[in-house]
């Protein structure tokens, strides 16, 4: 038993390899985006032992096909405006079959000496688009919550040189972290994860448009230093996850210089749109933290997963995850890194492949094309709301989220209309809760969307809102 092709099976697989990616990509359209799913097939996929006798390539294939694709959301598809998810780019799949064919392990360079220098061009590459420089490091991530988990453990550290000794267990007063309201759940989740509490972390109120207030953020970093606490890093987020709202950044960084606490900016949304000029502007301020998450992900559409972390001063990411072990060589090539001293695994794939590929095949302009692209139609999705008499918009569109309410129905009924533009195909939107209302959130992340696609779910949504008149 071999667990090789042969040279006649490697051919038939590439060949309908290629054949089942060409096909998928052209159904894309016309595929539902939530299946309708056939419960038998999903059974067998969970229950079928796995035969002793291989059933070979041509077979795995096939059941590949007529199994797994269609039960599987067409993420792809034109009208997934739900979340912050995107399409895969069309390099995407050639260059994870190589990445899976050479197997490089991304945790010293000896085992992946051409994958750590990739990896370095794309985070210094993220970095710069912050106007960081070779000072400032970082690494591909998961995705944007494994990024902040990252920084906040590299953020505990640097407040406290003798964390990795003692942790949390040397019986010191709280130390506390704040965020705001409209934060994601990653950073209560980060908290609880390390140990520190969710109730250590001050979810600090929103303005009108959903930013961080940052007077009531310095009246509690004041007040917890009055009451004996150890506040020691602030999570802004530069694009909220449900509007998109900027955090005053500038602000919130005096606030960080004046306590000496740790700036981590949530950018795994909204970071991205520093590639738009019309956005940039707004990022500015970014510059100023020690630390930002960005997803690939998302906005440069990698294929699941590449988020990734950057700092500022990317010697601190060593002082928070540098170990020695008798049994793994120290790195002394000026041209490499070992990733394995940057966060917290050891064993690594190389997830750098697939951004640097994307962007060495299609060039920065593309991703910036696409990035304005969704920013035009997210602003004509909320021009129709707002020309519409059933929909109101529920917040200000600041990057691409779009909030709306339907005017004719109760608040609990915007539930159905999701699941009826769901289940009759038309689009995939998601559910928002801001103030305590509850509406639809669209959020244009998707390279593939059109004017007509926008259209075509405003016309629904509008058609649903008169019926219910
Ligand atoms: C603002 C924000 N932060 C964090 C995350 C989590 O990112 P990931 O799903 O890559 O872990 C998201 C995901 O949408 C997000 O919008």
């Not at 079928?48 to 590949?64: N, S, Y």
């Not at 990024?147 to 506390?176: M, S, Y």
Request: aromatic share 6%; net charge negative; charged share 20%.
């Amino acid at each position: 038993m071999s667990l090789t092709l042969t040279d006649p099976e490697r051919a038939d697989a590439g060949r309908e390899l290629v054949a089942l990616l060409d096909s998928y990509e052209r159904s894309i359209p016309a595929r539902p985006i939530v299946p309708a799913l056939d419960r038998d097939v999903l059974l067998g996929l969970r229950e079928d032992p796995f035969p002793e006798q291989g059933v070979g390539v041509a077979r795995l294939l096939r059941d590949i096909r007529d199994k797994v694709l269609p039960n599987s959301t067409t993420i792809a598809h034109p009208r997934n405006l739900a979340y912050v998810l995107g399409p895969p780019n069309g390099i995407a799949p050639y260059v994870e079959a190589i990445a899976a064919a050479i197997n490089q392990n991304c945790n010293f360079s000896q085992l992946s000496p051409a994958a750590s220098v990739i990896e370095q061009s794309v985070v210094r590459w993220l970095a710069g688009l912050f106007g960081w420089g070779t000072g400032a490091g970082g690494l591909i991530t998961d995705g944007g919550s494994m990024a902040t988990l990252n920084a906040l453990t590299t953020a505990l550290h640097d407040h406290c040189p003798d964390f990795r000794a003692t942790g949390l267990q040397a019986g010191r007063p709280a130390l506390v972290l704040y965020t705001s309201r409209e934060a994601h759940r990653s950073v209560q989740k980060a908290a609880a994860i390390l140990g520190l509490g969710v109730d250590n972390v001050r979810s600090i109120a929103t303005d009108a448009d959903f930013r961080l207030r940052a007077d009531v953020l310095r009246q509690t970093v004041e007040a917890d230093r009055v009451a004996g606490l150890r506040p020691f890093c602030v999570v802004a987020t530069s694009g909220t996850v449900a509007t998109g709202a900027i955090d005053p950044v500038d602000e919130i960084a005096d606030i960080c210089a004046d306590h000496g606490l740790w700036l981590h900016i949530d950018g795994a949304y909204g970071g991205l749109f520093v590639l738009s000029e019309r956005v940039r502007g707004s990022l500015a301020a970014c510059t100023r933290a020690d630390s930002i998450s960005v997803d690939p992900h998302k906005l440069l559409f990698a294929p699941l997963e590449a988020g990734c972390l950057l700092v500022r001063d990317r010697r601190k990411l060593a002082d928070a995850y540098s170990f020695k072990s008798s049994y793994l060589p120290d790195g002394d090539d000026s041209l490499m890194i070992d990733y394995m001293d940057y966060g917290p695994q050891l064993s690594r794939g190389f997830k750098a492949f697939k951004v640097w590929g994307a962007l060495r095949a299609f060039g920065v302009g593309a991703f910036r094309s696409a990035v304005d692209d969704n920013l035009d139609l997210a602003r004509y999705f909320a021009e129709r709301v707002s020309a519409s008499p059933v929909m109101e918009l529920m917040a200000p569109v600041t990057l691409t989220a779009v909030c709306l309410r339907i005017t004719t129905i109760t608040e609990s009924a915007h539930d159905d209309v999701l699941s009826t533009l769901s289940a009759e195909g038309t689009a995939l939107l998601g559910p928002v809760t801001l103030d305590g209302r509850d509406g639809i959130r669209a959020c244009v992340t998707n390279y593939r969307t059109t004017k007509a696609d926008i259209d075509l779910v405003v016309d629904r949504l509008t058609g649903i809102a008169m019926s219910r008149r």
